[in-house]
């Protein structure tokens, strides 16, 4: 996975890069979400409609998000507002959309289906104005 925080705090994500390395280390995944946490500001992925992928996680790969989601729960919750996808295609975005509900409860963020760029910035802005939950 690349990530782009240039114009943070929207960061943008491209699933595709490395799924093409299939022993792919996801260490350094882990240690540039890090980073992204350690610096305690609020933040939301942005990601584009990429190629098909067919990238089936080993059991292995599995357990090594769930540790590392384990370990910094608080942070995800408290700084990743949300990820806001890019899917022009209606029916992928419907598919998307009935996803979206469990990719929340396991990450503890929102996942937000938009149908152009300029609609996932408007998402990203609402999600990053949101006053937190008290």
């Known amino acids: 996975m690349k990530m782009d925080a240039s114009k943070f705090p929207y960061v943008w994500v491209d699933f595709t890069h490395n799924h093409a390395e299939p022993e792919h280390d996801h ?3 882990f240690e540039r979400f890090e980073a992204l946490l350690a610096r305690k500001e609020k933040f939301v992925f942005l990601s584009l409609t990429a190629e098909e992928d067919d990238h089936e996680h080993t059991q292995e790969e599995k357990k090594q998000v769930s540790l590392w989601m384990k370990k910094h729960k608080q942070g995800l919750r408290t ?3 949300g990820m806001v996808h890019i899917e022009p295609g209606g029916a992928k975005r419907l598919a998307m959309k009935a996803f979206a509900a469990a990719f929340a409860k396991f990450w503890g963020y929102p996942l937000l289906i938009a149908g152009s760029e300029e609609e996932a910035l ?12 008290r």
């Open 79 to 81: 700084y990743v507002k």
């Open 122 to 133: 408007g998402f990203a802005q609402r999600l990053l104005s949101e006053e937190p939950d």
């Open 27 to 29: 260490k350094e995944d």
